[in-house]
């Protein structure tokens, strides 16, 4: 444990101190991004396809790092990001009255442009009809976005273009929320549609979602140590915790079959604070207490499925407002066997 002192409050332990982490160079958070991409592929792990925000797409040689891994990715692009909708003409002359160059680059005829103008002046996407698609369904009801898609080739980090990619505008049909993604895989490619590539990009909320409930409710952020070891350390019991909750509320599912009252992470851990903390406790005070907290879990659980539903109903009537039929329209959702 680390010492304290009146003063400086917590402080490092000689031990830790000297510890030194196994990369003591510097990296960049997608440096550290493909390096984890090696060891899931060293480990024997199979993607289908990769997605991450636009934190991520911006960096040109973390793409470039995986498509020489020949992985599949879908991410969500800036609205600043270059690129061309036509594979542009490459020369090796350089501009007049200038020396001649020794490296390949972009005819002045064809400079690139931002994703965001080529939404507006492009006639590729100006002649485009919008699409809708059901992505998801979420607690207030389905979420219908509208789609337009082109070939694109993405402008690396030396000016030129990259392979063919895909590029999806999607705009919410409420909101008028316009997002971008960037895939390294095509519609009409051996496997790829455009629906599974919609269903790759827009499943990142579940990886924020599954951080959100470390954060909230397993205490991920709230350590309090210096040292790597202490928040190693923090971190690995941290994702136990996660994953024994996890799987307690799977099993839950599974017995409980298509139940729409299913348990939810948060309610697993507070059912084992419970258990925890009555486990020394005599008999019927430990009764006592289970009643009670099973008389809030149904409690609570009665109250979210009437949240869910009259927030689903009204989803629904904005939707046939905008003269939408939800069961009607192209989808997203995997149907469950």
Same mark, same amino acid.
């Given at each position: ?38 060891? $899931?592929? #060293? ?5 289908? #396809? ?7 797409? &911006? ?37 007049? &009255? ?9 005819? $002045? &005829? ?59 505008? #999607? ?108 486990? @020394? ?25 009437? #949240? ?18 939800? @069961? ?10």
């Amino acid at each position: 444990m680390p010492c304290t002192s009146p003063r400086l409050g917590p402080t490092i332990p000689r031990a830790e101190k000297n510890y030194v982490p196994d990369a003591v160079t510097f990296r960049t958070k997608p440096q550290i991004a493909l390096g984890l991409v090696d060891q $899931s592929l #060293a480990a024997g792990i199979v993607v289908k #396809a990769w997605t991450f925000d636009e934190f991520y797409t &911006r960096d040109g040689e973390f793409l470039d790092g995986l498509e020489a891994r020949n992985q599949v990715f879908v991410g969500e692009l800036p609205v600043h990001a270059h690129g061309w909708l036509k594979k542009p003409q490459i020369t090796q002359v350089g501009p007049k &009255r200038c020396r001649p160059t020794k490296h390949p680059r972009v005819t $002045s &005829r064809h400079p690139s442009r931002e994703v965001r103008n080529l939404l507006k002046h492009s006639p590729v996407f100006r002649q485009q009809a919008w699409q809708r698609y059901r992505i998801k369904d979420t607690d207030k009801g389905p979420e219908v976005w509208e789609i337009k898609w082109a070939e694109f080739w993405r402008k690396e980090t030396h000016g030129l273009p990259g392979r063919r990619h895909c590029l999806i505008v #999607a705009r919410n049909v409420r909101t008028k929320e316009v997002k971008f993604f960037l895939a390294n895989r095509v519609p009409g490619n051996p496997g790829v549609t455009l629906r599974w590539l919609l269903r790759v990009a827009f499943q990142r909320w579940s990886v924020e979602s599954c951080f959100r409930q470390a954060k909230e409710e397993l205490g991920m952020d709230h350590y309090e140590v210096r040292g790597w070891r202490c928040i190693h350390r923090h971190f690995y019991v941290t994702q136990l915790s996660h994953l024994f909750c996890a799987r307690v509320r799977q099993e839950y599912d599974r017995s409980e079959g298509n139940s729409p009252d299913r348990l939810t992470l948060e309610q697993v851990r507070s059912a084992i604070n419970c258990w925890l903390c009555v486990a @020394d406790l005599k008999p019927d005070i430990r009764q006592d207490r289970y009643q009670r907290e099973l008389d809030k879990q149904t409690y609570y659980q009665r109250r979210n499925a009437q #949240a869910r539903k009259s927030h689903t109903k009204t989803r629904i009537a904005t939707l046939r407002e905008l003269g939408i039929d939800v @069961d009607k329209i192209k989808s997203c959702i995997l149907e469950e066997t």
